[in-house]
């Protein structure tokens, strides 16, 4: 039986909570998540929490904000000007946007709050700051082929092609 280490493709069934016990979201009654363990492409602190693991195993594992989506930085949250986003978007608050950040690398920011002429931008990730308790049902385990290990995340039953 294989377990969850580097370089294999995980399926798993989650239920995302915060502390308050509401969920935040989940795969039940979905398609499992696939990801290529070790890559990057989960939280770090859930991508440890499941090493190790196998097949048919069920497990909570609570990840603290340094481990998931980061610290909230209060720096983040930031006015800006409405003209600053399409004319032709009625803006709501949790909506995201692409946007450059000071050094010009790209980024998402999230809607906070519509004003008349500002709009409360948060570059922190909704869930930053925030302890996230994952269940979690392992559906599947094998080895990444070397097309996936070479672009960082699974390609599903019939290819990806993306590239």
Not at 91 to 98: A, I, R, T, V
Not at 122 to 135: C, E, I, R, S, V
Not at 140 to 157: F, I, L, Q, S
């Amino acid at each position: 039986m294989q377990t969850i280490s580097k370089g294999k493709i995980v399926s798993i069934h989650y239920t995302l909570r915060g502390d308050d016990g509401v969920v935040i979201d989940s795969s039940e009654g979905g398609t499992p998540l696939d990801y290529l363990h070790g890559a990057g492409n989960i939280v770090p602190g859930l991508e440890k929490g499941l090493d190790g693991h196998a097949v048919g195993e069920k497990l909570e594992v609570k990840v603290a904000p340094a481990d998931g989506y980061g610290v909230h930085d209060p720096r983040g949250v930031q006015r800006v000007p409405r003209q600053a986003f399409p004319e032709d978007v009625d803006l709501e608050p949790g909506m995201q946007f692409g946007a450059e950040d000071p050094q010009g690398d790209s980024t998402t920011v999230w809607i906070v709050k519509v004003e008349d002429e500002q709009v409360v931008i948060d570059m922190n990730h909704p869930l930053a700051g925030k302890t996230l308790h994952f269940a979690i049902s392992i559906a599947a385990v094998r080895d990444a082929t070397k097309e996936e290990v070479a672009h960082g995340h699974p390609h599903g039953p019939h290819g990806h092609h993306h590239h």
